[in-house]
C-alpha cells in the first residue's frame, strides 16, 4: 500500500514537473477553455436570467474541450522513448501507474477550473464562484478525468489518436455532464443541498464505477 | 539450487502471430547470455517477457525459483531492463530522470547511489541538463544508469548497440562490468564483435525456437559470424 | 447447422409474431394502429441491450483468456446491437411523431438509447482504427466493458429529468392477455433473429482471421 502511494506520488510529480519545465499544454489549454467562453458570448448574447441559466452549460462544454485537448497529451511524454515500458519494468502495480496518472491530470483540470470558473463568472456576472459549485465540479472532475485517462492510454496506441479520444470519452462522460450542469443551475436558481442530493448521488456513483474498474482493466490496456 | 532464470514452456501470441512457442531456456547466476537471430524471431518478445512487461500467452517464467506471475513486484527490483530506447524523459534533467526512477523502486539512499552511478557513466559534469540535449551514447549510457540504479542481480539487454559506434558500445560493457561483475546477464545483439567479447554462454534463435545453445568457448568474431550464417541459413 | 436451425426458427417465429401482431391482436383503444410497433420496437431494445451484455462477457472473458474467439463473439454481438439500436431509434420516431407530434425529443429513453448508439459507434470506429489484431481485440474488449457500464448510469442520470415515454407496462399488469402473448412471442422471435445473425457474423469474422492466417503462413513460405 505504501508502495502504491509513494509510485502513485512519485509519477504525478513527475508529470506535474515536466509540464512546469515546458508550460506548453497548460497556457495553451488555459486560452483554448478561455476562447471557449468567448465564443459562447458571441453565439448567446443574451440577458443576465438566461446567461445564468446556460453558464453551468458554458462552463462544462469549456471543461469537457480543454479536458480533451490535455488528456490528449497525458501518455504523450510515456510515447516518447518508449518510457511506459521503463515505468511497466519497476517494482510497482499497474495500478499505481493509472492512479499516478490520474493524479497528474486532475491537478492539472484543478487549474484549469480554477482559472475558468472565476473568468466565467467576471465576464458574465454570474455566481458561479460559489462553493457548492466549486464542490459538484471537484466531484465531477473525478470521474471526468478517471474515464479520461484509460481512454488517453488508449488513444495514444491507435492512429488518428487525437480523434479516437473524444469519441469515446464524450458519450462515457454525458452523466457527470448531465448531473453537474442540473446541479449547479440549481444552485444558482437558489436550490439548496436537499435539492441536488440526487445528481450528487449519480456522480459519485459514476466516480466509483468509472474509478474503480478503469483501476482494474488498465493493465490490459498497457501490457500486451 | 534453482536456475536464476527458467522459461517453462513460454508461448506467445499476437493475435494470429505465434512468436514464441514451448520455448525452454535457463540461465544460471553470472552467466552472460548472448541471443542472437533474424530481426522478427522473438528476441525482444522474450527479453520483454522475462521483464514482465509483456505477458506470455501460456507458460511459466521462474525468477530464483519463484514463479513471475505470482511475485511480480518483488521480482521485477531484481531486474534492470535497458532496450533501444533508455525510457528516459527527454525534458528532465539525467539526475531528475534517475530521481524519479529511484522513487518507483523505493531506493534506500538514492542521492548516493545516483552520484556513483553518474560518476561511472561519465555524466556526473551534465548530470542538470536536459536529456534532450544529449547524444545518443550518452542517453544510452544514462539508460544503462537507470537499468543498474536499484543494483539489480539480472541485467536484460535488447540489442543496446543501437544507434551507437563501437567505441560507444565498449564503454557501455565496461560499465556493466564494473558495476557488478557477477551479475546474469541476458541480451540481444546483432553485433558479433561485442557479442564476442561479452558474452560467456551464446544462443541463436530461429522463429521462435533454440537452434543453437553452447557456451561461447574460445570462439572469435570471425567464427561467430561463420556459426551464425550456418545457423540461419545466411539470413541477419 | 446451427445456423440452419436458427433461420428455420427465427422465420417461423417471425411469420407467427406477424400475423399476431397484425390479425390477432385488437386495435389499441387510444393509440390506434400506429401502437403495434410498439410489438417491434419493446423486443428490439430488450435485444439490443441483451447484444451488448453478450459484448460486455465476452470482452471480459477475452481479456482474461485472449481467446480471439471470444472478441469475435463480442464484436458481432456488438454489431446486431447497433443494428437493433438503430431500429429502436427509428421505430421510436415513427411513433413519436404521430402521438407527441415531434420525431424527436430528448426524454429519457430516447437519449439514453441516443448515447448507447454512440458509444457503440465509436466502438466500431476505434477498432477500424488499430492495424495489430492483438491490440485491436484488447482495446476493443476494454471499450465493450466501459460502454456497457455507461448504459444504466446514463439512463438513470437522464431519468432525473421528468419523461414522456410510455411507462413499461409489462409488469404491473396494464397490458391484455392477447397484448401480452403478442408482446412476448415477438421478443422471442427477435431473440432468435439475434442469434441468427450473431451466428452469420461470427462466421464471417472467423472466415476473415483464418484467411489472414493462411495470407501470413503463404507470405512467410515465400520469403
Known sequence: MKTFWKAA????????????????????????AVLTLVIFHFAFTADHETMTQIAPGM????????GILSLNRAFIPEKEDNCMEGLLSCPVGREAIYMGKCLGSFIFMLIVEAVVIPVCAMLFNVDVFNPMIIFITLLATIGFVSVGIIFSALSVNTRAREMVLPILFLPIIVPIIICAVSSSSAILAGGTFEDIKQFLLIIV???????????MIFKYVVEE | ????????????????????KDFDLTVDAGESVAILGPNGTGKSTLIRILASVMRQSEGKVLING?????????????????SHTGYLYTSLSAEENLKFYAEMYSLKDPEKRIAELLEKVGLRTRRFDRVATFSRGMSQRLGLARALLHSPKILLLDEPETGLDQEG??????????????RTVVFTSHNFKSTVQACSRLIILKKGKIVYDAPKGDLTEDGLQALYHDVTGGKS | MRTKIALALGGVLMVVALVMVFIVVPTEATMGNIQRIFYFHVPVAWNAFFSFGVTFGFSIAYLKTRNPKYDFIAESSARIGIVFTTLILLTGMIWAKPIWGVWWTWDARLTSSFVMWLVYIAYFIVRSFITE????????SIIGILGFLSVPIVAISIQLAPTTHPKAMIFNDGLHGTMLATLLISIFAMFVVYFLFVFLQYDNCKDAYEIAQLKKKLLKESE
Not at chain 2, 539450487?1 to 514464441?20: A, D, T, W, Y
Not at chain 2, 558500445?169 to 560499465?175: G, K, N, V, Y
Request: net charge neutral; glycine share 4%.
Open chain 2, 1 to 20: 539450487m534453482s536456475h536464476v532464470i527458467e522459461c517453462q514452456k513460454i508461448s506467445k501470441r499476437f493475435g494470429g502471430n505465434q512468436v514464441l
Open chain 1, 205 to 215: 456513483a459514476f466516480d466509483v464505477i468509472f474509478f474503480t474498474v478503469p483501476l
Open chain 1, 59 to 66: 462552463l462544462w462544454v469549456a471543461f469537457s474541450f480543454s
Open chain 1, 9 to 32: 506520488f512519485a509519477i504525478a510529480k513527475k508529470d506535474i514537473l515536466l509540464e512546469l519545465r515546458s508550460k506548453e499544454i497548460i497556457s495553451s489549454v488555459l486560452l483554448f
Open chain 2, 66 to 82: 519463484s514463479e513471475m506471475k505470482d511475485e511480480a513486484f518483488a521480482l521485477r527490483s531484481q531486474i534492470g531492463l535497458l
Open chain 3, 133 to 140: 489484431e492483438e491490440r485491436r481485440y484488447r482495446f476493443g
Open chain 2, 169 to 182: 558500445l565498449d564503454l557501455l560493457w565496461s560499465i556493466i562490468k564494473t558495476d557488478d561483475p557477477d
